[in-house]
């Protein structure tokens, strides 16, 4: 995956949440949904680990329904 497709993967998932919604991100400290998403636009570093947590987010949804449907 390419990084376009990745920060737009992030950004459309972030779009879909409430948008009263915050999230903190490490030692980066605390983000509106909006402020999270120029973030991802812009390539900070913010932005960069708001992809590398979806992404790891994304890789243990397969275990996670796993163990759900046990």
């Given at each position: 995956m390419d990084d376009d497709y990745l920060m737009k993967l992030v950004v459309t998932r972030l779009?879909?949440?409430p948008p009263n919604s915050s999230f903190s991100?490490?030692?980066?400290?605390?983000?509106?949904?909006?402020q999270l998403i120029r973030e991802v636009m812009g390539g900070?570093?913010?932005?960069?680990a708001a992809i590398e947590m979806e992404l790891n987010f994304l890789r243990?949804?397969?275990?996670l329904s796993r163990k759900l449907s046990l």
């Amino acid at each position: 995956m390419d990084d376009d497709y990745l920060m737009k993967l992030v950004v459309t998932r972030l779009q879909s949440m409430p948008p009263n919604s915050s999230f903190s991100i490490g030692r980066f400290g605390d983000f509106t949904k909006e402020q999270l998403i120029r973030e991802v636009m812009g390539g900070s570093n913010v932005g960069k680990a708001a992809i590398e947590m979806e992404l790891n987010f994304l890789r243990e949804m397969p275990k996670l329904s796993r163990k759900l449907s046990l």
